[in-house]
């Protein structure tokens, strides 16, 4: 760490020459989350663009300022409590598996369901309605999670949290953005190389240049080189030009005209906000073990007042503290790169300006970041867990790459609605198999979570709790909560459905109830009582 970012004991400099990398690297990280939720609804779902920069990134962004401010001031004022002039500021920003999967998952899917009832403005205001309604359940849920964080980081297996996360790794934040990479090859290949350079295989660039910065920069640049002379792969568009406007985020009882569509949005919504709170924990915990202790009750409390402030003014998107406190701490950040990235990205958000950096930079530049998360994310989930639990992990990865097919499938510029109809009332020896790729996919968070709870109890010879996930899982699918019949995901009454999907619920209800009797009854005999033996399972 350079002498100038140091500080004489008891004296805290909150912003140094280390709080400029700091700043780029959480601004990025932002910028590339609000990018691809852009490019998310504009791209393949349609979505109009002057409600995604006008309505719903002013108070998404809004967010981001209102938690890095707060986290700013807890950094001054554990600095002043302690007198330790170090002090690092928490990084806050939007939560890149859900922002991206509430784009991917609640917002697309919506307004394609809207659009077929009402003309393309008023699906999309509705839309945007119930992506801010979302956001208000998530962030009261946070609230009161943030009491009983640690509780629900007990009750859940380890494997069942982060194999849900994995599975959003690797179809949603992995396979999605590899694709856009190699729509533009030679480009996004470039930004994937130093990604993967510096951050992957860590190896620093020439005179401590930021990886992410040297491959945003160098994409853009050679995308805009080889654009023009019809080298880049795709057909080039001209240079956006800078507009700015003024959208301020003001409070608004919009999110209440949501609220009745947005409540089928629940198995998403808690699962979201129930992994924010553990990774909450998990990140505070990590700067205390940096040497900065921070109140774990606190942190959390700030990330959910910033998502409820967001989704009451008009965000579609969840903060969060995110991982890598002590990275920021060895580039030598304080406190001055959270206030800048807060202020860059809020008023960005109400000037106007990321939209133009939304435009500016092309999808497969930003891709490779999103890359790297969702390794970090997976590599994450199988080395977290004992070896003996990876198992558990990837079977908890399956019910995302079904809600991915689900959502391909279910575009009608890809399959017609009338296919899709077909295809999901398909007679035969055994259920349709569209059906049964949307079932999967329906409420598939929850069901990663309890796939991998179950599994891992069954590893662990605890085989009547694993029947109790089990019969939770009966219970849940048997009222659409998990593995709904209806494309849009819908709870019900399942005597109150038709056709082929009457017979989901029973039988999948029936199938999960099944299996915790068959455990219940194995549990008797003395071979499932066999102690473990932990080189099986390496």
């Given at each position: 760490?350079?002498?100038?970012?140091t500080?004489p004991?008891?004296?805290y400099n909150w912003?140094?020459?280390?709080?400029?990398n700091?700043f780029f690297?959480?601004m990025f990280?932002?910028?590339?989350?609000?990018?691809?939720?852009?490019?998310?609804?504009?791209?393949?779902?349609g979505f109009?663009?002057?409600?995604?920069?006008g309505k719903?990134f002013?108070?998404?962004?809004?967010g981001?300022?209102?938690g890095d401010?707060?986290y700013?001031l807890?950094?001054?004022?554990?600095a002043k409590?302690t007198?330790?002039p170090n002090v690092t500021?928490?990084?806050l920003?939007?939560?890149t598996p859900?922002s991206?999967?509430?784009?991917l998952?609640?917002l697309?899917?919506?307004?394609?369901?809207?659009?077929?009832r009402m003309?393309?403005?008023?699906?999309?205001m509705?839309t945007?309605?119930?992506g801010?309604?979302v956001m208000v359940?998530?962030?009261c849920?946070k609230f009161c999670?943030s009491?009983c964080g640690?509780w629900i980081q007990k009750m859940v297996?380890?494997?069942?949290?982060?194999?849900?996360l994995?599975?959003?790794?690797v179809?949603?934040?992995g396979f999605?953005?590899l694709?856009?990479?190699?729509?533009?090859?030679?480009?996004?290949?470039?930004?994937?190389?130093?990604?993967?350079?510096?951050l992957?295989?860590?190896?620093?660039?020439p005179s401590g240049?930021?990886g992410v910065?040297?491959?945003?920069v160098s994409?853009?640049v050679?995308?805009y080189?080889?654009g023009?002379?019809?080298l880049?792969?795709g057909t080039f568009g001209?240079m956006?030009?800078l507009?700015?406007g003024?959208a301020l985020?003001t409070?608004?009882?919009?999110?209440?005209?949501?609220?009745?569509?947005?409540?089928?949005?629940?198995?998403?919504a808690i699962?979201?906000?129930?992994?924010?709170?553990?990774?909450?924990?998990?990140?505070?915990?990590?700067a205390?073990?940096a040497?900065?202790?921070y109140n774990?009750?606190?942190i959390?409390?700030?990330e959910?007042?910033?998502?409820?402030?967001a989704g009451?003014?008009?965000g579609?998107?969840?903060?969060?503290?995110?991982i890598?406190q002590p990275?920021?701490?060895?580039?030598g950040?304080?406190?001055?790169?959270?206030?800048?990235t807060?202020l860059f990205?809020?008023?960005?958000?109400m000037?106007?300006y990321v939209?133009f950096?939304v435009?500016l930079?092309p999808?497969?530049?930003l891709?490779?970041?999103?890359?790297?998360?969702a390794?970090?994310?997976?590599?994450q989930?199988?080395?977290a867990?004992?070896?003996?639990?990876?198992?558990a992990?990837?079977?908890?990865i399956?019910?995302?790459?079904a809600r991915?097919?689900?959502?391909?499938?279910?575009?009608?510029d890809?399959?017609?609605?009338?296919?899709?109809?077909?295809?999901?009332?398909?007679?035969?020896?055994?259920?349709?198999?569209?059906?049964?790729?949307?079932v999967?996919?329906?409420?598939?968070?929850?069901?990663?979570m309890?796939?991998?709870?179950?599994l891992t109890?069954?590893?662990d010879?605890r085989?009547?709790?694993?029947?109790l996930?089990?019969?939770?899982?009966g219970?849940?699918?048997?009222?659409g909560?998990?593995?709904?019949?209806?494309?849009?995901?819908n709870?019900y009454?399942p005597?109150?459905l038709t056709?082929m999907?009457?017979q989901?619920?029973?039988?999948?209800?029936?199938?999960?109830?099944?299996?915790?009797?068959?455990?219940?009854?194995l549990?008797?005999t003395?071979?499932?009582?066999?102690?473990l033996?932990e080189?099986?399972?390496h």
């Open positions: 760490m350079s002498a100038e970012n500080a004991a008891g004296k912003f140094v020459t280390g709080d400029i700091g690297g959480l990280d932002n910028l590339t989350v609000m990018s691809f939720m852009a490019f998310i609804l504009i791209g393949p779902f109009p663009k002057e409600i995604v920069f719903m002013p108070g998404t962004a809004f981001v300022l209102f401010v707060i700013t807890m950094a001054m004022r554990l409590r007198g330790n500021a928490m990084p920003g939007l939560d859900s991206i999967g509430i784009a998952i609640v697309g899917p919506a307004f394609l369901d809207l659009k077929t003309p393309v403005q008023e699906a999309a509705m945007w309605y119930i801010m309604a359940m998530i962030g849920i999670l009491f640690g297996p380890q494997a069942g949290l982060l194999g849900s994995a599975g959003i790794g179809a949603l934040l999605i953005p694709i856009d990479i190699f729509r533009l090859p030679v480009v996004g290949m470039v930004s994937l190389g130093l990604i993967l350079y510096t992957v295989a860590k190896i620093q660039l240049i930021p910065f040297a491959a945003v994409g853009t050679l995308y080189i080889l023009p002379m019809g880049s792969g001209p956006p030009t507009e700015l003024f985020p409070p608004t009882s919009g999110f209440i005209n949501g609220i009745h569509e947005a409540v089928k949005y629940l198995p998403i699962p979201f906000a129930v992994l924010t709170v553990v990774g909450g924990i998990n990140v505070t915990e990590s205390r073990v040497g900065d202790d774990t009750r606190d959390l409390l700030t959910a007042l910033a998502t409820l402030v009451v003014c008009g579609v998107a969840q903060s969060t503290p995110y890598g990275a920021y701490k060895r580039m950040s304080r406190a001055g790169y959270t206030l800048l807060g990205i809020g008023l960005g958000g000037l106007g939209s950096f435009e930079i999808k497969a530049v891709a490779p970041i999103l890359i790297f998360v390794l970090d994310i997976m590599v989930a199988f080395l867990v004992p070896a003996k639990h990876a198992s992990v990837a079977f908890a399956l019910p995302t790459i991915l097919m689900a959502i391909k499938l279910g575009n009608p890809v399959v017609s609605p009338e296919t899709f109809n077909k295809l999901m009332n398909a007679g035969g020896k055994e259920l349709p198999e569209m059906l049964v790729i949307v999967l996919g329906n409420g598939f968070i929850v069901t990663a309890l796939w991998g709870a179950f109890e069954m590893i010879r085989l009547k709790v694993s029947a996930y089990l019969c939770i899982l219970l849940l699918s048997f009222f909560i998990i593995h709904s019949a209806s494309p849009d995901g709870m009454l005597w109150t056709g999907a009457r989901i619920p029973f039988q999948f209800a029936a199938c999960y109830i099944v299996l915790a009797l068959m455990l219940l009854a549990s008797l003395k071979e499932s009582r066999v102690p033996v080189e099986e399972f």
